[in-house]
């Protein structure tokens, strides 16, 4: 499926809107990683497992936007936004929305 942060797709029409679409992931931060990262806090530097573990989070909340707009029949999805909050300690969600939009053929 194609998706695009813009409001157009270069090279297709959009033919019909279908609506606002969205998706997210919640995640959970590990104890042990807590500890890691507390170290980094001290010493500095990137902490990978963070890192890591948004990354699954952005991947998956996409992925559950792209089965959103197939679940409506859409071909595309356009004005992709990404966000993130912390939902309590130690919690964070990704959220993604769009509009899911059908293709002339």
């Known amino acids: 499926m194609l998706m695009t942060t813009s ?3 270069p ?3 959009i033919a019909e809107t ?9 995640r959970a ?13 001290i010493t500095g530097g990137e902490v990978g497992t963070y890192r890591d573990l948004l990354t ?3 991947h998956e909340a996409l992925e559950r936007l792209q089965e959103a707009a197939r679940d409506l ?3 595309a999805i356009v004005t992709v936004r990404i ?8 919690m964070a969600e990704i959220l993604t929305y769009g509009t899911a939009v059908k293709l002339r053929r």
Request: charged share 20%; glycine share 14%.
């Open 29 to 41: 931060r590990h104890v042990g990683r807590d500890i890691m990262a507390g170290f980094k806090n």
């Open 11 to 13: 090279g297709h029409e």
């Open 7 to 9: 409001d157009t797709l």
């Open 56 to 58: 699954q989070s952005r």
């Open 83 to 90: 966000t993130s909050a912390e939902v309590m300690a130690g």
């Open 73 to 75: 029949g859409a071909d």
């Open 18 to 26: 279908i609506g606002i679409v969205s998706a997210n992931s919640v």
